[in-house]
């Protein structure tokens, strides 16, 4: 079952602009994270946001959430032609799991920024 | 850095063959993941491990079995392919209790079964 949905399935974009993904999920969470996978290789971790925080930064991403909407959104600003990347979003399953590591992982987002 | 070690990058395979995935992590994680990675559907959780000798199945089990005789080392086994076992499969460590849950990814293992 999915549980987090990202919006847009792709993003066009030249460099320099910034990119905003938006991911909704279902239940409710202890955390929600977002990872980039590289064409053809596996995903790296970019961030974690927990439950009771609004807002993260980490170099040029920003990561909001609200919990009430069940929805996070991530934004990459100054992108750059290295920024290429699928980018997912994942929430632990239930309530309680978040220890075990088991994540739930939407679809993701295909960006594509253009030199 | 953690580093999760996927034995095989690519692989070919023909119906009916045992197929075995390998993967092992060297940062002493008691979490261990088999995802399967296919377009349109993203990631599904086959099975998990929580300690050695432990397994659970995750959402897409069926067809899968799995093999943790080590901490280091979680295996997945394909019995009898066929060709909808086609994909990319990932495999993720991450820490036990005391953990938020960020998982560590190998590089993939891309199946194909003809």
């Known amino acids: 079952s999915q549980q987090g949905e990202e919006d847009p399935q792709a993003l066009s974009i030249q460099e320099g602009e910034n990119a905003t993904m938006n991911c909704s999920y279902k239940t409710s969470i202890n955390n929600l994270q977002w990872y980039r996978q590289n064409s053809g290789r596996g995903l790296v971790h970019l961030i974690l946001i927990r439950s009771n925080e609004r807002e993260k930064h980490s170099g040029r991403l920003r990561v909001t959430l609200d919990t009430s909407k069940k929805s996070s959104s991530l934004l990459i600003t100054a992108s750059r032609a290295a920024d290429t990347a699928s980018y997912f979003c994942a929430t632990d399953a239930d309530r309680g799991s978040s220890n075990t590591g088991k994540l739930i992982f939407g679809q993701g987002t295909t960006l594509q920024v253009k030199p | 850095d953690v580093k999760v070690t996927q034995s095989s990058r690519y692989l070919v395979k023909r119906t009916g063959e045992k197929v075995f995935l390998e993967c092992v992590q060297d940062?002493?994680?008691?979490?261990m993941f088999w995802y399967r990675q296919d377009p349109g559907l993203g990631l599904r959780l086959i099975y998990f491990s929580y300690d050695v000798k432990m397994k659970e199945k995750g959402d897409i089990p069926e067809g899968y079995s799995v093999s943790r005789e080590k901490k280091e080392r979680f295996s997945l086994i394909l019995e009898s392919a066929s060709t909808n076992q086609t994909s990319m499969y990932l495999c993720?460590?991450?820490?036990?209790?005391?953990?938020?849950?960020?998982?560590?990814f190998g590089e993939g293992s891309r199946l194909t079964v003809l």
């Open positions: 993720a460590s991450s820490l036990g209790q005391s953990s938020t849950g960020e998982l560590f």
């Open positions: 940062m002493d994680h008691e979490n």
